[in-house]
């Protein structure tokens, strides 16, 4: 089964973002942290806890079936894939995800959306991250 | 801007609330940073008015490779400095580095003075000029809070403010930054509080897209490696500064009461060990390094009878144990603990408070300065007295309260005692008693911080050295940091960014430089801002350093003011070699 992204170890994270650069610099191409599929931000300012806004793999994810253009996949071991070329930019998937972590990518016109690729847990410096299969 | 042949900066004008960009193509040799910095400022500063004068500019800069690149985390302040009257530089981490490249701005130029208090607010789409009056008066953490949820903000923010101390125009106020993070010397604060500016908030929303991937992808990964698996960054993230204090104290380089002493018979309860040990709660890092050298102690503090505990996170590094520790003789970490939360609400720089108040303790002893006068009774040692004087250098009223305000060599100016006041060339020293190559760095670095040259480290070199060795390894190490600064490397990670490293990732971008283009841009920011010092009236040669600093054995033995004022006139020969070219603008 295919591994998903999970965050057991957030109480370590010291908030140097390279988790979120590494998402943005490879699936994205982008040099900046918002155009991520994981977000870490901080709870109360920076003197209170770092969360990680991850994908949580639904199994028969929300943000698939609102999608009206197939455009989206049920992932095998949750979440969900894009095919960009079927994405007609109509949005949906953003209010339709439970937790609020598909984001919108204004210049491409197309979801921001975890694949599951373990690239920010490779770049995390402090075992917060790590890639597991559930089941 | 990234993939373009131009700076952008952001010009604001407090008086007027008009706001202008221009694309600088003039300033694209000077990559960002400290070289921006300085050619914005010797651009807008009046050299013929004060320091407070509305007309001052304020600059902030950052630099190609800024948050793009591992430990690329700092954004250069350059003002003219309320403490010295000459050229302000100040550097800070956080998240302002992100703010402002996401934002979309190289830099900005801050003039005028806001007929109210005001914030900014500054985002990729528009800037707001916002009331402060219900901030003004506020510390630096309830500032903080309240402007984090007045503005939401859409992208990653960097809140930047001023304590009572910049409202009041303490010579050396701050500027606070996330929090744990400051814009500290050279009274930055107070350059803020004399516009009226008590914050600047910055939302980094914007987005840029990768040109050369494949090449831009292989440099970072290969940084990425140096940084955190290698041993050239460990020790920032291990210990942290507060390493350094065993060690100095071994040397006999670490000031002690005053500068009376160069060993802390209690520098073991002051140390990095014992902090981590006891008191060690997080670690945490600026946007886009992943070191986590920012040191986060929980102070834990009983209120009340039985059982009442109050808590509080501060960040603590080497030259604030040095500063507000060994300097005024506290070896309680508690005690430390508590004057760094203080004076980081006031908004102090804490090396020129903890000077200033090791100057006025021995004051007191003399006889030179009254504690009814002041409002506090100052001992070595004795906590609570220092937290009352910090309150009173923030907000009192007295001569005394305001003498103490300039610092303590304008304070021993008017009240005696200057041979006691641990200044060197009009900043506070910092906590390295090592020797000539330190004195005399700190004294002549363009910004009179150990950091411009670390003589420190030349002075920890093995063997005697000469005086004709002292000088060349200052301004060669001052020409590189010039360089480094401009890139906005954190200097903690100045090993990692060897030539080859800084040039490979400028070239990932689309810069390609020469190791001789970078020399040639070191030694021309240098000569630069030497001229601006000039212009404000700074006198080189007329440099002598307190004979306390002399007196106390350093780590090389005892220093003699024939053997400084030889190095200092050498330092002055050298200069006259290369001005400024062109004269500057």
């Keep these: 089964m295919p591994k998903i992204l999970q965050a057991p170890g957030m109480a370590k994270c010291i908030g140097c973002y390279s988790c979120m650069l590494a998402c943005a610099r490879y699936n994205y191409r982008s040099y900046s942290p918002k155009h991520s599929a994981m977000q870490v931000k901080t709870q109360g300012g920076i003197q209170g806890r770092f969360v990680a806004d991850i994908c949580r793999a639904c199994v028969d994810a929300p943000c698939v079936r609102a999608c009206p253009a197939d455009a989206l996949v049920q992932r095998r071991g949750g979440g969900a894939l894009l095919v960009k070329g079927k994405c007609i930019g109509c949005e949906q998937c953003v209010p339709a995800c439970p937790v609020r972590v598909v984001y919108w990518d204004g210049v491409q016109r197309t979801p921001i959306v975890c694949r599951h690729c373990g690239l920010c847990v490779v770049y995390c410096p402090h075992g917060c991250l790590e890639m597991a299969v559930t089941s | ?585």
């Design chain 2, 1 to 585: 801007m990234l993939h373009e042949n131009y700076l952008k900066v952001l010009y604001i004008d407090l008086s007027a609330q008009k706001v202008r960009v221009a694309r600088r193509e003039d300033l694209y040799p000077y990559l960002g940073g400290a070289g921006a910095a300085t050619v914005l400022l010797s651009e807008t500063i009046d050299y013929r008015k004060g320091v407070f004068d509305p007309g001052q500019p304020i600059v902030f800069a950052i630099g190609p490779l800024s948050t793009i690149f591992p430990a690329v985390t700092k954004a250069v302040a350059m003002f003219r400095s309320p403490l010295t009257g000459n050229l302000g530089e100040s550097h800070a981490g956080g998240r302002i580095a992100l703010a402002l490249r996401y934002a979309g701005y190289d830099a900005l130029v801050i003039t005028g003075r806001a007929a109210q208090p005001t914030y900014l607010y500054l985002d990729s789409n528009e800037v707001r000029f916002k009331p402060a009056q219900t901030l003004w008066g506020l510390g630096a953490e309830e500032t903080g809070r309240l402007l984090r949820d007045i503005e939401p903000g859409r992208g990653h923010r960097s809140i930047m403010r001023i304590g009572p101390a910049g409202e009041n125009l303490v010579r050396y106020a701050n500027v606070n930054i996330e929090t744990y993070r400051h814009f500290g010397r050279l009274g930055l604060g107070a350059a803020l509080g004399a516009k009226k500016l008590k914050g600047i908030y910055i939302s980094g929303d914007a987005d840029v897209a990768i040109q050369n991937f494949p090449e831009y992808n292989k440099v970072y990964a290969q940084v990425y490696k140096r940084v955190t698996e290698t041993s050239l960054m460990e020790k920032y993230h291990d210990l942290g500064t507060p390493e350094n204090v065993l060690p100095l104290n071994a040397l006999g380089a670490l000031p002690t009461r005053n500068f009376q002493q160069g060993q802390f018979e209690a520098a073991e309860a002051i140390s990095g060990e014992a902090f981590a040990q006891y008191d060690l709660m997080r670690k945490l890092s600026c946007s886009g390094c992943p070191i986590g050298c920012i040191h986060i102690a929980l102070l834990r503090h009983q209120f009340g009878k039985g059982y009442e505990f109050e808590s509080s996170f501060v960040s603590y590094d080497y030259e604030l144990i040095y500063a507000l520790g060994s300097f005024l003789g506290i070896g309680d970490r508690a005690g430390i603990l508590h004057l760094i939360h203080r004076l980081d609400d006031q908004g102090l720089d804490a090396i020129a408070t903890g000077i200033t108040l090791g100057w006025a303790t021995e004051a007191m002893q003399k006889g030179l300065i009254a504690s009814g006068e002041l409002g506090a009774k100052l001992a070595f040692g004795e906590v609570e007295g220092y937290l009352r004087a910090i309150d009173v250098i923030a907000t009192g009223s007295s001569e005394l309260a305001r003498a103490l305000a300039e610092g303590a060599q304008t304070a021993a100016g008017r009240y005696g005692g200057r041979e006691f006041a641990a200044f060197l060339g009009g900043n506070a020293a910092a906590g390295y008693h090592t020797g000539y190559a330190n004195i005399l760095g700190q004294m002549v670095g363009a910004r009179h911080s150990h950091l411009d040259n670390a003589g420190y480290a030349i002075d920890q070199k093995a063997g005697e050295l000469s005086d004709e060795e002292i000088v060349q390894g200052l301004i060669r190490e001052e020409e590189e940091r010039c360089v480094l600064t401009s890139l906005c490397v954190c200097l903690f990670a100045r090993k990692v960014y060897d030539r080859p490293t800084s040039r490979a990732a400028l070239k990932s971008i689309g810069i390609a430089v020469t190791d001789g283009d970078l020399d040639r841009l070191g030694q021309d920011i240098y000569r630069r801002k030497v001229w601006i010092k000039k212009r404000c009236g700074f006198d080189y040669s007329s440099l002598r350093a307190p004979g306390r600093l002399l007196e106390t054995p350093s780590m090389r033995g005892a220093l003699t003011a024939e053997r400084l004022d030889g190095l200092v006139r050498l330092f002055n020969r050298e200069l006259e070699k290369s001005e400024v070219p062109g004269g500057a603008a």
